[in-house]
């Protein structure tokens, strides 16, 4: 563990996700000299519409409430939550347990929060709380830190009385839209208020690893899943009734599509917008990229950065260099552009961040995906948690603990358990995992597709 590790992560509420799901990621108990190599990495694997993609979308929608402060003021993200919180329930649950270490010492933090509509239909922070505890601790007794019930501050824990009175006043009226946290960083830590050492207390601590954590989650949609611009345009189409195109769509289009690209630095094969100080470094991220895409195109002898100026700024794009010929980074292999994607997700769990990455194994040849994932088990130090319907890494996944989990079409985590010399790929592909039975026969297709025995 580099900085902090996540333990559990719970939702209910997202998709077809209509009861809770938990996800564990570590063993119950926690040791003082803790040791997480060995579970640093998840694999979730579950039948069509079981609800997989469902709680990667969680976790990008719980990083955006924590550190982004304009989130659900955005018209955009309130159509999207519209449509993929689930209808059953009419609210979203996310819970999630995650460790650090502050002053040499382990701390257990817990953070809950339910997004609801209001009166006007409009989705809200209906219910927020962080709580914590000494990691080393048997008691499931946790400390209350703060507490938000309805847009008022019910709890908040011991600390300075003037800096206490400081998060009321700089809060008031805006926890319905804004997360204690992305506050906490707005209106205190990023003013000049934060210089002032007096201020620094538990819940000043407590408040700043809670945005550290949002920080340090990333997320990586499939693109079947990543519905972002389709409620881009369908918002636009709304606030706009004329029949002309809308002159400003493209832009703010483009904007919503790379603000994580922008917090992540993740490269695209063409249009990177990189200010021209930053130039440098990203010609020095292209250089590791090459020597990355490499590995699986050993033909590749480099890529050239075709850069176009703007301003202050290059619009930049990739251009693969073969033997005898270039070509533009748009015209490879879809596995290709979506290692090329990929690169700046894996690079953060190496360096410590958590990543969730829906349908890794999409694009990707079986070889490649389990080479990745052990290099990823030996020697990252953070962690990644993926979607996959690719059977072929259950051997390599089952070598460390809390690696495999079975989400069923009910909504139900099934831990893989190690049996002997039991193979999970095929006890998986046999229809033997409890929770996974695969009733699915060649024969049922019969018929389907206009023809039958006797036409034939």
């Known amino acids: 563990m580099k900085d902090i590790f996540l333990i559990n992560y719970s939702v209910k ?11 564990s990621f570590y063993k119950k108990i926690i040791s003082k000299n803790i040791d997480t190599q060995e579970y640093n990495v998840k694999g979730i694997y579950g039948m069509n519409g079981s609800g997989k ?4 979308t969680s976790v990008d929608i719980l990083k955006n409430v924590l550190i982004n402060p304009g989130y659900l003021n955005n018209p955009i993200v309130q159509k999207k939550l519209d449509a993929i919180i689930n209808k059953k ?21 817990s953070y809950k929060l339910t997004l609801s509509k209001n009166k006007i239909g409009k989705y809200i ?9 000494k990691a080393t601790s048997k008691s499931d007794s946790m400390e209350t830190i703060f507490e938000v019930i309805d847009g008022e501050i019910d709890t908040l824990g011991e600390g300075d009385s003037l800096f206490s009175k400081m998060i009321l006043r700089k809060t008031i009226n805006l926890l319905e839209n804004t997360s204690m946290c992305a506050l906490f ?11 002032h050492r007096e201020y620094i207390n538990w819940i000043f601590s407590s408040l700043s690893v809670l945005f550290v954590f949002g920080h340090k989650l990333h997320v990586y949609l499939d693109q079947s899943d990543d519905h972002s611009e389709y409620f881009v345009k369908n918002t636009l189409q709304y606030m706009d009734e004329r029949e002309n195109d809308n002159p400003d769509m493209d832009l ?7 603000m994580d690209a922008e917090r992540l630095n993740v490269i695209r094969v063409s249009e990177n917008v990189m200010v021209k100080e930053m130039y440098e470094h990203f010609e020095a991220t292209i250089k590791n990229l090459y020597e990355f895409i490499h590995i699986f195109k050993a033909d590749l002898k480099g890529i050239e950065i075709d850069r176009k100026e703007d301003h202050d700024a290059y619009i930049c794009s990739l251009i693969m ?6 070509i533009h980074a748009e015209f490879e292999s879809t596995g290709i552009k979506k290692l090329i994607k990929l690169y700046a997700y894996l690079r953060e769990i190496v360096q410590g961040g958590i990543v969730f990455i829906d349908e890794f194994d999409s694009n990707l040849h079986d070889v490649y995906l389990c080479a ?26 089952k070598k460390h603990k809390k690696s495999i989990d079975f989400l069923s079409i009910d909504g139900k985590i099934y831990p893989w358990v190690t049996n002997g010399n039991y193979s999970p790929s095929k006890l998986y592909r046999n229809g033997m995992i409890e929770g996974s039975p695969f009733n699915v026969d060649s024969i049922d297709f019969i018929g389907i597709f206009g023809l039958n025995e006797e036409e034939e």
């Open 372 to 397: 990745l994932l052990e290099y990823l088990m030996e020697y990252a130090e953070g962690q990644l948690c993926f979607t996959t319907h690719n059977v072929g890494p259950m051997d390599i996944l």
């Open 89 to 109: 329930l009419g609210e979203l649950f996310i819970e999630a347990d995650f460790i650090t270490k502050l002053d040499s010492v382990l701390i257990y933090f």
């Open 321 to 326: 260099i073969y033997d005898s010929y270039k």
């Open 125 to 133: 922070i209906s219910y927020e709380q962080l709580s914590s505890k």
């Open 185 to 195: 960083y707005e209106k205190i830590l990023n003013s000049e208020i934060n210089e």
């Open 53 to 56: 993609s469902g709680i990667v």
């Open 252 to 258: 703010l289009l483009s904007h919503f599509l790379v």
């Open 13 to 23: 509420g997202i998709k077809t996700l209509d009861k809770l799901v938990s996800l």
